[in-house]
């Protein structure tokens, strides 16, 4: 069965800072990876994906994200983190059908 | 577009309580599914199906039932609430295969006492 880890349960950066959330992820063949994001109250919106190709993926507000299969590794990252970044960030794998959450990194921003 | 619409944001229960959270969705998506999220835990999978009259059992489905009469609509039941089931419920839709991208509704925030 497929699983996911963000071992950072919050995380506190400047604004302007830049930001990398961490995601690693246990399936036996080549994954769909997704980034989601929640902000407060709200429900997920999705940041990015990767199915297959280029390792480094392009979303949306500025997230880019990067597969490393040696690492089973997808870290999502932000050059300059704005106040509006503030959110939960959700990291999930897709087996078939069943798609699963790792636990989430709340992020904080300092002005 | 309406998308995924959860019917109601908020519930409050009394312990052996039952109730139905609606969830429809208007992009004609074949697989649609429940989840609730618990701080640090993410969201679990509950119950998914994969069109009408298919349903199958998530990795959390122990006091919920669902079915799935019409392709747009996916309720979820609970028919014996426990406090244990507090929690923040997200139902979501997608076209079929892993390398759709799921939508999500805006939520259903349940509380049991």
């Known amino acids: 069965a497929q699983s996911v880890t963000q071992p950072d349960i919050h995380i506190t950066v400047s604004e302007g800072a830049s930001l990398e959330l961490r995601c690693n992820y246990s399936?036996?063949?080549?994954?769909?990876l997704f980034w989601y994001v929640q902000s407060p109250g709200q429900g997920l919106q999705l940041l990015l994906k990767?199915?297959?190709?280029?390792?480094l993926v392009q979303g949306i507000k500025g997230f880019e994200a990067e597969f490393k299969r040696s690492q089973s590794s997808f870290n999502l990252r932000k050059p300059s983190v704005h106040w509006s970044d503030a959110a939960e960030y959700f990291c999930?794998?897709?087996?078939?059908?069943?798609?699963?959450f790792g636990g989430g990194t709340r992020l904080m921003v300092k002005p | 577009n309406a998308g995924v619409t959860q019917t109601p944001k908020f519930q409050v229960l009394k312990t052996g309580q039952s109730m139905t959270l609606q969830c429809a969705q208007d992009?004609?998506?074949?697989?649609m599914s429940w989840y609730r999220q618990d701080p640090g835990m993410g969201l679990r999978l509950i119950h998914y199906?994969?069109?009408?009259?298919?349903?199958d059992q998530g990795e959390v489905p122990n006091g919920y039932n669902v079915s799935r009469s019409t392709t747009e609509d996916f309720p979820l039941r609970l028919l014996s609430a426990a406090p244990s089931q507090t929690s923040v419920y997200f139902c979501?839709?997608?076209?079929?295969?892993?390398?759709?991208?799921?939508?999500f509704g805006a939520g259903t925030r349940l509380s049991v006492l």
């Open positions: 979501a839709s997608s076209r079929q295969g892993g390398r759709n991208i799921q939508y």
């Open positions: 399936y036996g063949a080549t994954p769909y």
């Open positions: 990767y199915f297959s190709g280029d390792t």
């Open positions: 999930a794998v897709n087996a078939g059908n069943m798609l699963t």
């Open positions: 992009m004609n998506h074949e697989y």
């Open positions: 199906s994969v069109g009408a009259g298919i349903t």
